[in-house]
């Protein structure tokens, strides 16, 4: 699969050197580099994500990557924690699924393209450059378009959705799925999530401060050291357009802060855009004539996946019968995202201790009550 952003990467490449795509964790201080270092591989020895160069910097950059079966339950369980508190907010907020490409989006937007005419027509030689150039331009327009957005998605399931409300407001509807978006010239495949809150005009503003508190609780509840996460609101020059206000909940990486949510008050030119500004489809039952306002919510599952990884990451110390300092690092997460609620490391036999915790494993496992209580046996053969 290829993207329109690729293409801009591609003709690029023909009419100038090839830039460098490095991030700015590259220019941290060494300390920064060996923990980052430290982190990745740790991920990798841990079956959080799969082993490979390539695969940790795209996992660093908050880009979607080949996980592990651990990185893939910690996901999971991060993806469900979400689910369940969006839905569960004090707004009536409500799950959509709506189509990842579609030949009618915008055509300004990534498009899937198939590999061997992309790659044939890079293999005839005999065209001059603006030859190639119009041929790729026209195998990709042709081609169908994907999202780089949920929010698409939520205001075309407006109208529908203020039906089954009654047309009353407010409420919201939320979605995950992967998305393309734009990084160093290319699109990057993530997976996102975005809740979208319809409201009045005059509550635009504090749904927003709401959301913003609501969603910063949220990250720093499962987190071992929540002042490394914040938020922080979006100056006027760096507004999107169509937007009045903005705030970003932050990750404070060892390389420096990175977001993970952003927050925007959108107003109603989007939504009527949409609807192809047909007011009288898009009114509530508020008495008033005004179209809806729109406060959207756009994450980054696998940047918040690397944060938590990264926010968990310990370093014990401890002397050994023989006096000597032992260091050992550890993933410490918070039990509801980890992977594996107990593991047992059975390599040097089965010693008193370990049945004692075997055997209390067992206990709560005939309790029923502690639901997703994972149990797993780690054996080692020297």
């Given at each position: 699969?290829?993207?329109l952003?690729?293409?801009?990467?591609?003709?690029s490449?023909l009419?100038?050197?090839?830039k460098?795509?490095?991030?700015?964790?590259?220019?941290?201080?060494?300390?920064?580099?060996d923990?980052?270092?430290?982190l990745?591989?740790?991920?990798a020895?841990?079956?959080?994500?799969s082993p490979g160069?390539?695969?940790?910097?795209l996992f660093?950059r908050?880009?979607?990557c080949?996980?592990?079966?651990?990185?893939?339950e910690?996901?999971?369980?991060?993806?469900?924690?979400?689910?369940h508190?969006?839905?569960g907010?004090?707004?009536?907020?409500?799950?959509?699924?709506?189509?990842?490409?579609s030949p009618v989006r915008?055509?300004?937007?990534a498009?899937?393209?198939?590999?061997?005419?992309?790659?044939q027509?890079l293999?005839?030689?005999?065209l001059?450059r603006?030859?190639?150039?119009?041929?790729?331009?026209?195998?990709?327009?042709?081609s169908?378009?994907?999202?780089t957005s949920?929010?698409?998605?939520?205001?075309?399931q407006?109208?529908?959705?203020?039906?089954?409300?009654?047309k009353?407001l407010p409420?919201?509807l939320?979605?995950?799925?992967?998305?393309?978006?734009?990084s160093?010239g290319?699109s990057?495949e993530?997976?996102?999530?975005?809740p979208?809150?319809?409201?009045?005009?005059?509550?635009?503003?504090q749904?927003?401060?709401?959301?913003?508190?609501?969603?910063?609780?949220?990250?720093?509840?499962f987190?071992?050291?929540p002042?490394?996460?914040?938020?922080?609101e979006v100056?006027?020059?760096?507004?999107?357009e169509?937007?009045s206000?903005?705030?970003?909940?932050?990750?404070?990486?060892?390389?420096?802060l990175e977001?993970?949510?952003?927050?925007?008050?959108?107003?109603?030119?989007?939504?009527?855009q949409?609807?192809k500004g047909?007011?009288?489809k898009?009114?509530?039952?508020?008495?008033?004539k005004?179209v809806?306002?729109?406060v959207?919510?756009?994450?980054?599952m696998?940047?918040?996946?690397m944060a938590?990884?990264?926010?968990?990451l310990?370093e014990l110390?401890?002397?050994?019968g023989?006096?000597?300092?032992q260091?050992?690092k550890?993933l410490?997460l918070?039990?509801?995202?980890?992977?594996?609620?107990v593991?047992?490391d059975?390599?040097?036999g089965?010693?008193?201790?370990?049945?004692?915790v075997?055997a209390?494993?067992?206990s709560?496992w005939?309790?029923?009550?502690?639901?997703?209580?994972d149990?797993l046996k780690?054996c080692?053969?020297?």
């Open positions: 699969m290829l993207t952003s690729a293409r801009r990467c591609i003709l490449q009419t100038s050197p090839l460098s795509t490095r991030g700015h964790c590259d220019t941290a201080p060494p300390d920064v580099l923990r980052v270092r430290t990745l591989q740790l991920c020895d841990r079956y959080y994500i160069e390539s695969n940790s910097e660093r908050g880009w979607s080949s996980y592990g079966p651990l990185g893939v910690l996901k999971r369980n991060l993806l469900q924690q979400w689910w508190s969006v839905t907010s004090r707004a009536w907020v409500f799950g959509v699924n709506t189509v990842s490409n915008a055509a300004g937007g498009r899937v393209v198939q590999s061997e005419p992309f790659q027509i293999d005839q030689s005999e001059s603006e030859q190639l150039i119009q041929k790729l331009n026209r195998l990709l327009l042709s169908p378009s994907v999202r949920l929010l698409q998605g939520a205001l075309e407006f109208v529908p959705s203020l039906e089954m409300v009654n009353k409420f919201g939320a979605e995950s799925g992967p998305c393309f978006q734009p160093d290319c990057a993530i997976t996102q999530t975005s979208v809150l319809f409201c009045s005009p005059r509550s635009s503003s749904w927003l401060d709401h959301w913003a508190r609501h969603r910063l609780k949220w990250w720093r509840n987190a071992l050291s002042s490394d996460f914040s938020s922080a100056p006027e020059n760096e507004l999107e169509k937007t206000r903005g705030v970003k909940i932050l990750y404070k990486f060892p390389w420096g977001s993970l949510e952003t927050l925007w008050c959108r107003g109603d030119a989007e939504l009527l949409v609807h047909i007011r009288s898009l009114q509530t039952r508020d008495g008033r005004s809806p306002h729109v959207s919510v756009s994450g980054n696998d940047r918040g996946a938590f990884l990264s926010n968990s310990q110390r401890r002397e050994d023989k006096k000597r300092l260091q050992r550890v410490k918070h039990p509801v995202l980890a992977p594996v609620k593991a047992l059975v390599g040097k089965a010693t008193v201790e370990m049945r004692s075997r209390s494993c067992r709560f005939k309790l029923r009550s502690l639901r997703g209580l149990i780690l080692r053969h020297h």
